[in-house]
């Protein structure tokens, strides 16, 4: 189980905060390909996937119990 | 409070301040950027700032953690508001202290940029007719030189 | 408060950030210069800061007047303390705002290096065997290099 | 009459903070020259005159009635 949070633009395009993945280990482009497809127009070139709080890369692997986040550019400051 | 914070109660900028304050600083910095009331010639009503907390005060911490490594001897403390902020509030403030005032002013532009950069926050800006998450640099170039 | 003085009493720093900040503001940049403890290997006891303070005045005013010049748009507020300072104590501050950082970090960063230049302000080290007046650089090039 | 204003050193080797010299017009170079000869170890090259609040130049002419004072090197901040 793989649990992903959604923030900001993205937040309000899924409708939601924070949801799981019933999946056991999955790339970080495969979660972006999921998210692509689950919530058109989600934009996944433009974020980055940070995997229990710290940015990941493409082919890092997500295993179960990760916790998931999609960073849409940060506009903090 | 602590050192490296995301807080969603008004920032008191004097009590990051006070705590890098000591016997050994000859100069503190001490930066707030605030809500303005008019960016592009538009209106904000006011601004909603949302965070991926956990990770944003881990992103600051770090910020703190490659200021000391450039700069030895700066003590730093940054914080950041969430939540709704209306004009003249603090979003966020950065205090920076140093022995000499050169690293002082130096560490402390370099914090704004690098929160810029990583931090997980992000804003959205509501207008009297509309409203837009920023942050999409790509998309809204005049907007991501002109911020704050 | 004046925008522009030379005061006897603590600085209260807040109080000049608050003057600068206005609805089209978007940073703050607020400097403090303290006295530090240990300077040179030497272990200060106290400061006593002298001025010519009508001259100081209108000089930290012209200061202010450069500034909006250089960075159209900052507003600045610069207070510097006379007497005896202990460690920690302010004995300058800086507030500059404008409507984004830039100019507020250059700004600020240009007044202390004009105070340091033109205002007619001194300073005497005082340690636990002996004093000094500070301000003769071409005599004590160490010492102008690294005050803060 | 020309009013003079020491600060910092030059106040403590002067003994006073404030003079009066019974002068109609002197040059700036003129007052230089007679402090270092009052003051010994004055140190004029390293100091400058500012009259009515304002730096002058050694060639400048003093008035009676203008307020003078010797700027040694400033240490503020």
Known sequence: ?77 | MKPFEVIESPINPQQYADYVLHAGAGAVTLFTGHVREWTHGVRTVYLAYEAYVPMAEKKLAEIGAEMEAKWPGVKVAIAHRIGELHISDIAVVIAVSSSHRKAAYEANEYAIERIKEVVPIWKKEIWEDGEEWLGAQKKYPSKGEESI
């Open chain 1, 1 to 77: 189980m793989i649990r992903v949070n959604y923030f900001a633009r993205l937040r309000e395009l899924a409708g939601k905060g924070q949801e799981t993945l019933e999946r056991d280990t999955m790339t970080v482009q495969e979660l972006l390909d999921w998210a692509e497809e689950t919530y058109p127009g989600f934009g996944k070139d433009d974020i980055q996937v940070a995997v229990n709080e710290e940015y990941a890369l493409l082919d890092d692997v997500i295993q179960s119990g990760d916790e998931c986040a999609f960073i849409p550019p940060v506009s903090g400051g």
